[in-house]
């Protein structure tokens, strides 16, 4: 098997990553103008209220977006078909959706601990500061993680493909 070398996933990640942009900006961002009265209160009060919000406009889409696109019949996201790579099990074949939820809900787990801190940083909380600056450097660590462990192992896989059972190939 012909396991995706690291510049290409990240290419790949890329590409996706200027659709999730767009989808920020046109279907967020027209929300927020469209319904500004009714979305402010929604940033502005409680932190939970806040990354609720957020969660449900901008992470569940795009965890849907990865989670149902990787164990689809393409095996990938539009970034990464566009560059002929693929996710797959360990022998080869398509993933189901069970190994999709682990292998997301891994990915983006760092993206929702960052979510959850900022929120409370910026709202008033029960958390103390050095708590959610921890959390950060957390979430810091872990992305250190991501981007260093393709580089640790043959198959290239990610921390996240390690767990879920998944590699990324051509």
Same mark, same amino acid.
């Given at each position: 098997?012909?396991?995706?070398?690291?510049?290409?996933?990240?290419?790949?990640?890329?590409?996706?990553?200027?659709?999730?942009?767009?989808?920020?900006?046109?279907?967020?961002?027209?929300?927020?103008?469209?319904?500004?009265?009714?979305?402010?209160?929604?940033?502005?009060?409680?932190?939970?209220?806040?990354?609720?919000?957020?969660?449900?406009?901008?992470?569940?889409?795009?965890? &849907? !977006?990865?989670?149902?696109?990787?164990?689809? +019949?393409?095996?990938?996201?539009?970034?990464?078909?566009?560059? /002929?790579?693929? $996710?797959?099990?360990?022998?080869?074949?398509?993933?189901?959706?069970?190994?999709?939820?682990?292998?997301?809900?891994?990915?983006?787990?760092?993206?929702?601990?960052?979510?959850?801190?900022?929120?409370?940083?910026?709202?008033?909380?029960?958390?103390?500061?050095?708590?959610?600056?921890?959390?950060?450097?957390?979430?810091?660590?872990?992305?250190? &993680? !991501?981007?260093?462990?393709?580089?640790?192992? +043959?198959?290239?896989?990610?921390?996240?493909?390690?767990?879920? /059972?998944?590699? $990324?190939?051509?």
């Amino acid at each position: 098997m012909n396991y995706a070398p690291f510049k290409i996933r990240i290419y790949a990640f890329f590409i996706d990553y200027i659709i999730i942009a767009l989808y920020g900006v046109l279907v967020v961002g027209s929300i927020s103008y469209l319904f500004r009265p009714a979305v402010l209160p929604l940033f502005t009060g409680s932190p939970v209220t806040a990354q609720w919000t957020g969660f449900l406009l901008i992470t569940l889409p795009v965890t &849907l !977006y990865f989670l149902f696109a990787e164990c689809s +019949k393409w095996q990938g996201t539009i970034g990464k078909r566009k560059l /002929g790579i693929r $996710v797959a099990d360990r022998a080869g074949n398509r993933i189901e959706i069970g190994r999709s939820f682990i292998r997301t809900g891994i990915k983006f787990l760092p993206w929702e601990v960052a979510h959850f801190s900022i929120w409370r940083l910026q709202l008033p909380n029960d958390y103390s500061e050095s708590t959610l600056l921890i959390l950060l450097i957390g979430v810091n660590v872990m992305i250190l &993680l !991501y981007l260093v462990t393709p580089f640790m192992n +043959k198959k290239k896989k990610n921390l996240y493909d390690g767990v879920a /059972g998944t590699m $990324v190939i051509r």
